[in-house]
Structures are given as C-alpha cells and as structure tokens.
C-alpha cells in the first residue's frame, strides 16, 4: 500500500516543517506550501488523502480554502478529509470548522502522538474488521462470530433507518454509544472511529448532522459488506 499523501498548508515555517517531518516520520508522504491560495491550487491538480490546513494563512485561510474546493467537482482532493490547524483556538471557532466538514482541529503546537492519531482516522490506515481485536476481546471464535452476526443485523437496520428521508436523529446518539461498545467486541476499529465522530457532531454541532451522517452510513456499509465476506 502507497504511503498517504498530505498537503500541509502553513505560514509559519516552523510549524510546516515540524508538521512535514512528523508526518515523514510516521510513514507519510507530506507536501508543503505556504499560502492558501497555493494549497488550493495544489489540491485541485493533485490527488491528496489528507488535507492539512492552517486557519490564517496569506491568500486565505483553512475554511475559505476547504469551501472552494468543496465547491470544485473537478478538483482531484474534494473529497479528501481536512482537518484544520490554529494556534488560537476556542470551543466557537472549533465548532465552525467542523461545521463546515473539517474531520479533526489541530490545536498548534501539537506532539508527533497528535499527528499519528490523524493518520489513524484515514480509512485506509483502519482495517474495516480485525480479527485478532476481535479474539481478545469475545475470548473464542464462536463467541466472535455470533457476536458480529449481531452486529451484523443490527448495522443492517441501522443503514435502512439512516437513508430514509424522515429519519430523527435525535434518539442517535444512545444508539451510537452502544454501538461503539459493539465494535469493540467485535474487531471493527474503522466503524468504531466513525461512531466517536459522528457522536462529537451530534454534540457539537445537532442542527447540521446531514453530512456527518451521510459519511457515517457509508461507513456501516463498507462493514455490512466486510461482514458478509
């Protein structure tokens, strides 16, 4: 597997270069700008798997640079998570950006564990299910099958209810804690990362759910079809 490709977007030559040899370090492929405007260029001609955006740049910040892209279908990273970076943060200015669709807010200066776990949320560095998890955590095979033909059926249910244009999400958030304690019984750290993000956003953010759920649906049926392998 080729190593995740990250833009880093940041003034402050410093912080980039921190930002580029953590990354390096941890196995990524960074590349490097220093202006907004820039890093939307870069963005809409290359193919990024994490996009790394600093909140004031020259040109334009972290979110003027994610909502041109968004707005961009021929943009090859427009659907690329980004989480964005400040050093001057504040629980309003966070829930803006998530909001607006960042995945994550880096609160600058950060440690290389900070920019591991960042790492970690990319679909590909998850396996969707993990049998030797799953093994510790239920004890035995036959306690780990049973246990995610259970999840099985009940991500099933779960994928109907959420693709119905009536859906309530307000009873969501119960359901997603008991869901979260499901995937760890059963191996499924992928899924398991989706549900603690989905979870944040219903607590951060409630009135504006539709994307953060769009994406988490997806993620249940990439585990119904790994259940069904």
């Known amino acids: 597997m080729p190593p995740p490709r990250v833009l880093v977007a940041d003034d402050d030559p410093a912080s980039r270069h921190f930002l580029c040899e953590g990354l390096r370090s941890l196995g990524a492929e960074a590349r490097e700008c220093a202006d907004g405007q820039q890093a939307l260029q870069l963005a809409r001609s290359e193919a990024f798997d994490l996009?790394?955006?600093d909140c004031r740049m020259p040109?334009?910040?972290?979110?003027?640079?994610?909502t041109a892209l968004r707005a961009d279908g021929q943009a090859r990273s427009a659907?690329?998570?980004a989480v964005a970076s400040s050093a001057e943060l504040d629980s309003a200015l966070r829930r803006e950006l998530l909001a607006a669709g960042f995945r994550e807010v880096l609160h600058k200066p950060c440690g290389i564990a900070e920019l591991q776990r960042l790492l970690a949320?990319?679909?590909?560095?998850?396996?969707?299910?993990?049998?030797?998890a799953a093994l510790r955590a239920s004890g035995d095979t036959a306690t780990m099958l049973a246990l995610r033909q259970l999840l099985r059926s009940e991500?099933?249910?779960?994928h109907r209810e959420l693709g119905a244009p009536e859906y309530d999400a307000a009873g969501l958030d119960d359901r997603l804690h008991r869901l979260r304690s499901s995937c760890g019984f059963?191996?499924?750290?992928?899924?398991?990362?989706?549900?603690?993000r989905l979870q944040r956003q219903l607590r951060e953010n409630p009135r504006?759910?539709?994307?953060?759920?769009?994406q988490f649906r997806d993620a249940?049926?990439?585990?119904?079809?790994a259940l069904d392998t």
């Open 59 to 66: 040109g334009a910040g972290a979110l003027e640079v994610l």
């Open 121 to 132: 949320l990319l679909p590909g560095n998850l396996p969707v299910l993990d049998d030797a």
């Open 51 to 53: 996009l790394l955006l």
């Open 220 to 225: 249940v049926r990439v585990t119904l079809l």
């Open 155 to 158: 991500l099933a249910q779960l």
């Open 186 to 196: 059963c191996g499924a750290p992928a899924l398991a990362t989706e549900v603690a």
């Open 79 to 81: 659907g690329a998570p």
């Open 208 to 214: 504006d759910t539709v994307p953060a759920i769009a």
